[in-house]
């Protein structure tokens, strides 16, 4: 559904974006994500006909961004970083003008209004002037204008920001019942936003692609070991030397509860059984036994802050550990 081939980007002698490659299939809701100033934005931007690429070719649907920008323009919908709306007019008189811009016939454009301004949760301001609106809902009208005509294709950058953690459950729930009927591609620095709605993420650092898959698959390329937390009911002073002891685990590393552990085993090992077994032998209650994952965030920090990490490298990190969830499952 979008296709996006050796695409480059030059402001000056500054490139935001260098040869960048990749496709989105159709329902799929893919993830840009990446620090500040990596990119995003300026290739949503192309996507959106908001401006040429300075090298390389971007299709919606089968159309050229660059040669028949208003057939793309047609199946997108784009909410920009600063959605761009008429703070004059009122929600209804924006959406109605929004709506006849973009080619709905004025017989439906009632019908359409009111049924994004239902999506999006419009209801209680519709009649309202836009400029006295909150940003929370300035966002939403921002959202409405890119749903109005129904297009197949969505670009959103960065579409939950400036909501309150209600708005952001109720947009995050609208794009993902949006998705698989529509393709979407949306920007976001929050991680488990990404993990939560996301079909695949697409990690971007100073204006390359530096990793694209499953928010799981990413977790597991970074991953190198299983890990399980561990805690039990009156242990022994040296229960943490005792469960090195016991075969398959390569590490015991303490955490702030003393009754608490982290456990580090191969990769594809599950000790589970075994440590439980172990437990209960030596007298302790088994209270939790839980694997720990990767979270996103720390494959993000892990691959950004490891600038010769490129895509397919088969280099994995030689020490991630005590990783992030195993810190906060710690703590
Ligand atoms: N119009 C412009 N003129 C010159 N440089 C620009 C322009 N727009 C963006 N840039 C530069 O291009 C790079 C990429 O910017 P872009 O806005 O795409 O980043 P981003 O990933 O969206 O960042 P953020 O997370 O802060 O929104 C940055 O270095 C930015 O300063
Ligand atoms: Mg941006």
Redesign the pocket.
Known sequence: MITVQHVSKH?GR?T?VHDVTFHVRKGDVLAFL?P???????TMRILACFMPPSDGTAHVAGFDCLEQPMEVKRRLGYLP?TPPLYQELTVNEYLTFVGRLKGITPSRVPSRKAQVIEQVGLGPVHHRVIGHLSKGYRQRVGLAQALIHDPPVLILDEPTVGLDPNQIREIRSLIKSLSGSHTIIL?T?VLPEATAICTRVMIIHQGRIVAEDSPERLSSRVRQSEKLSLTVKQPSADWLDRLGTLPGILNVFPTAQPDTCTIECQLGQDLRDDLSRFVVSQGYGLLELTPLSLSLEDVFLYLTQREEFSEGSPTAPAQVTPSRADERAAT
């Open positions: 402001y500054h935001a990446g500040n100033g990596a990119g995003k934005t300026t970083e920007s620095h």
